[in-house]
């Protein structure tokens, strides 16, 4: 994965709000993983069009912080859910 | 999490099934009845439903059932043998909204595969998956390991891989109901178990955003329990074919439980206030030495139905963990297989001394 690679959500992962306490969660098969506000907005922008470059530029201008910085934290956080397919990298 | 077992029929008789040996009495659930699960699921903040059985495509409302559990906002899973699943069935469960679809196999070679399965599947699992996939679904491979087929780990993973499932379960067997009464054909040596641990580390890094592979490996040869349901009643529940409600699929293998019905209580009530589910709720019912253990909130004193099937007290620590005082046990019958060797079952030539699943009586 680098600047320029493309994520999406994996086939079969659904983006869901739970309706019992309303946060987000992602549903995959045997399995429910509740996203904290950060990797909720990450995932949300994971649309296999935008490049994680352009991720991080517009999670800089929402948070009002260092494109440098949150490179790191946006890689890590894709490369754990790619490990464990949640997200795919579009080609 | 909701596991509906919606029937015990199944074309295949595999000697590992989870099914209970002894079926309960009463019909299947209706359609109606399943629908009015589905809408107390969602209330109760169920987010997830695997439909299961035996072979659940053998109910020909499966279609409505999964529409139903999705338009209550709940994802949906389909755990087959794909034996029954036809272009034509695959389209109206796409149609319905179904999520993904998990087919298991027995094996990756033919003849041993069929003659763990007690029928010839194989080849059919092989084209269904191929079509699910033309149709776009989500793919999920699971294969159940055991002595028989643990050693083709490595041509088992490359079949997943073929089938460009996203995910691959390698889980052994786990010794309740059938599959306890075939232990001894069952449980695979330590070297065996090492082996594999090894392919699926290698294999698991050259698969890495390709293919997620779930190993489970036998608490058999653990010391730590494992965490079973993630703590009785917090999770996971089981409805089961004739509408019983089972805080795990195995449950009723604990001989005193009692379990409150669909058709009698809605699914709140049994969550929340029937005995079978308070009983081993939280630590308040643990005995020593889980009483006591910091890792009690970890593993939540292990599993109650396997402590039941080996010491006869549901109550006691489960026997997998090296603190439990029956642990001798589960040591003494997991050294008898090491002297054995590593030959298993030749499933593909003679099966004496295996019970293969029954279908309950119609």
Known sequence: MNAQSRPTLARGVRLWIDPINGGPVLLFPEGILPLDDTTHDIVSRCSGQATVEAIVVSLAEEYEADCATLLNDVCECLSQLREEMLITLSP | MLLAELTYRCPLHCPYCSNPVAYPGGGELSTEEWRRVAGEASRLGVLQAGFSGGEPLLR????????????????????????????????????????????????????????????AAHQTKLNAARMVRELGFPLTVNVVLHRGNINRIAQIISLAENLE??????????????????????????????????????????????????????????????????????????????????????????????????????????????????????????????????????????????????????????????????????????????????????????????????????
């Open chain 2, 60 to 119: 020909v409302d499966l279609p409505e059932l999964v529409a139903a559990f999705r338009a209550a906002g709940i994802y949906t899973n389909l755990i087959t043998s794909a034996v029954g699943l036809t272009r034509k069935r695959a389209e109206e469960l796409l149609a319905a909204g179904l999520d993904n679809i998990q087919i298991s196999f027995q094996s990756d070679e033919e003849a041993l595969a069929n003659g763990i399965a007690g029928t």
């Open chain 2, 165 to 362: 499932a996203e995910r691959l379960e390698l889980a052994n067997t786990q010794y309740y109901g059938w599959a306890f009464q075939n232990r001894a054909a069952l449980l695979p040596t330590r070297g065996q178990i090492a082996q594999a641990t090894q392919v699926v580390g290698e294999q698991s890094r050259r698969l890495l955003g390709k293919m997620k592979i779930l190993f489970v490996t036998p608490d058999y040869y653990s010391d730590r329990p494992k965490p079973c349901m993630n703590g009785w009643g917090t999770r996971f529940l089981t409805v089961n074919p004739v509408g019983d409600v089972l805080p795990c699929p195995t449950a009723s293998s604990i001989k005193d439980l009692r379990f409150d019905n669909v058709r009698e209580r809605p699914l709140a009530c049994i969550w929340n206030d029937s005995e079978s589910f308070n009983r081993f709720r939280g630590t308040a019912w643990m005995p020593l030495p889980c009483a006591e253990c910091p890792q009690r909130e970890i593993d939540f004193g292990g599993c109650r139905c396997q402590a039941a099937l080996i010491t006869g007290d549901p109550m006691v620590t489960d026997p997998a963990c090296s603190l439990s005082p029956y642990r001798d046990k589960l040591t003494a019958f997991v050294e008898s297989i090491q002297s054995a060797g590593e030959a298993g079952p030749s499933f593909d030539a003679d099966t004496s001394g295996i019970s293969f699943r029954q279908n309950p009586a119609a």
